[in-house]
Structure formats: C-alpha cells, structure tokens
C-alpha cells in the first residue's frame, strides 16, 4: 500500500516562498509520474503540476508557471513543489499524487493518478 504524506504547508505573506514536499512509503515511486494538486473552499480539485517519472518533463497550469516549480529526488522517493510570488488566490489544500505502476509520463488529470496524500494547508495572506 502507497502513502504520501505531504509537509510544508503553512501561512505566508504574500510575494514570499514556501516548498512542498511528497514523501511516498510502501513503494518506490521512481518510475511514475507524479503531481500536484490544489483545492480552494468551495472549489474543485484543480491540477497545479506534473513531473516525469525522471523529472525531465514537468506541466504546470498557466497561473502557476513561471511561479512553481516541481521537481522530485528518486532516491529519497520525494517530490517537491517549490512556489515563489505566492499570492491570495494560491491559498488552497495541496495535494501530492501519484500515478500508478508502469504509468511513468505526465498525467493531466485526476484519473491519471492512483495514490492521492492527505494534503497540506497553504494559506497566502494579503
């Protein structure tokens, strides 16, 4: 059985930086694909990012990129999700997910991933 537990999240001014990071326990993950997720009060999931199963590709939503950045370390079975210039409207729960076994590229949507994390709290104040 896979677990992600996600840490990181915290309040944060707005324009500073917070990393999320993935830590996954029960199998490598090294060769799936990965990504991050939001969901705001009241809203859907919503796709933030994605990341290759060797972190050669990465996919992010328009209001996050040049913003976000994700990357993992296979040997510490960890991925991460560094934001920069955070705003209000990026405070959400975020979620790290993991597509299944054998599922090494990008995945776009939440049928893509399998394993889903509890989630970490960002909360950007203005």
């Known amino acids: 059985q896979v677990q992600l537990v996600e840490s990181g999240g915290r309040l944060v001014q707005a324009g500073g930086s917070l990393r999320l990071s993935c830590s996954a326990t029960?199998?490598?993950?090294?060769?799936?694909?990965m990504g991050w997720w939001r969901q705001a009060p009241g809203a859907e999931r919503e796709f933030v990012a994605a990341i290759n199963w060797s972190g050669g590709s990465t996919y992010y939503v328009d209001s996050v990129k040049g913003r976000f950045t994700i990357s993992r370390d296979n040997a510490k079975n960890t991925v991460y999700l560094q934001m920069n210039r955070l705003k209000p409207e990026d405070t959400a729960v975020y979620y790290c997910?993991?597509?299944?076994?054998?599922?090494?590229?990008?995945?776009?949507?939440?049928?893509?991933?399998?394993?889903w994390g509890q989630g970490t709290q960002v909360t950007v104040s203005s």
């Open positions: 997910a993991s597509r299944g076994v054998g599922a090494s590229g990008l995945g776009y949507s939440a049928r893509d991933y399998y394993y």
């Open positions: 029960g199998r490598t993950l090294s060769s799936t694909g």
